[in-house]
């Protein structure tokens, strides 16, 4: 389904859900699909109490009030599912509790074409790591190396950042690493903002399921997608910030550092505020 024809559906749902309709039956044989509306429609659209659910009718009763597109549209939306959307600077404490593992958000993501993003990667870089970790380190998009082996942090930077996380004492199959969005961005350019809209309730999800104690917004795309903070990355580099009920720390990305080899004990210093947090919280 293309981009244009989604966002017809899309609109066309929301609709219904404002009507309060909870099912569609699309050919008059019965067979009805159902959706949930997320917020119960107002009394003022809400079909009267005493009439039957008949939608023909209900559809000939709104008429007037909203342009409705093709029926054949709507009937087109339930071959695709649409992603857990949440909105883009949304707090993680309120994500549903629900249980469900790093396999399921995967599957969930599946072949992925809900940005423009998909139609230039070889590969999807979902994450990599422990899924019970107590830090999750947050990076901007896979660049080269990632998108052709499908792992994140696998470049120069990745390298880099190993060797951090080696200086505080622990391994990287110790840690959960990942990134804002899912595929490369052409030229590794910074991630567009409706890119991550789409992509971050995946990573959120991701947070969420492994439950760390702390994460690691690793440069300025981390930080705004995860706290919503829009400050340079160097004013706000080193302070823990909450998140939910997990505590959050801005840090350079290696990629940053690599550009700027002088500022690599800067990256220390914050690396060994990571290990004196893990240490004093335990």
């Known amino acids: 389904m293309d981009e244009r024809l989604r966002k017809e559906v899309a609109n066309w749902l929301e609709f219904y859900r404002e009507m309060g309709i909870g099912e569609l039956d699309l050919h008059g044989s019965g067979s009805a699909i ?13 079909p009267p109490a005493t009439s039957h659910p008949d939608h023909d009718g209900a559809r000939k009763q709104l008429e ?12 087109a ?6 992603p857990k959307s949440l909105s883009l600077f949304e707090s993680i404490s309120s994500i549903p509790r629900e249980k469900e593992t ?10 992925c074409h809900r940005c423009r993003l998909s139609s230039g990667r070889k590969t999807i870089v979902f994450g990599q790591g422990n899924p019970h970790a107590e830090v999750v380190f947050v990076g901007e998009g896979p660049g080269a190396d990632e998108d052709a082996q499908g792992l994140p942090f696998v470049g ?21 690493i990942c990134n804002v969005v899912k595929c490369r961005p052409p030229g590794n350019r910074t991630p567009l903002p409706d890119e991550i809209e789409i992509c971050s309730p ?24 995860v706290l919503g903070i829009k400050e340079g ?27 700027n080899p002088r500022e690599e004990k800067l990256l220390r210093e914050d690396f060994q505020k990571v290990c004196d947090f893990l240490k004093s919280s335990r």
């Open 34 to 46: 159902h959706h949930e509306a997320t917020q119960p429609a107002s009394p003022a659209h809400r």
């Open 64 to 75: 007037g009030q909203k342009t409705q597109p093709p029926l054949q549209t709507v009937h």
């Open 77 to 82: 939306a339930v071959r695709e599912p649409m």
């Open 102 to 111: 790093l396999e399921e958000i995967r599957k969930d993501l599946g072949d």
């Open 156 to 176: 120069r930077a990745g390298q880099l950042l190993n060797r951090m996380i080696q200086l505080v004492g622990m391994k990287r199959e110790e840690v959960y």
């Open 202 to 225: 995946f990573l959120l999800r991701q947070i969420r399921t492994i439950g760390p104690r702390l994460v690691c917004c690793l440069g300025a795309p981390a930080v705004r997608t």
């Open 233 to 259: 990355i160097t004013k706000i580099r080193g302070q823990f910030y909450d998140f939910g009920d997990i505590k959050a720390l801005p840090i350079f990305h290696p990629a940053y550092i690599l550009r």
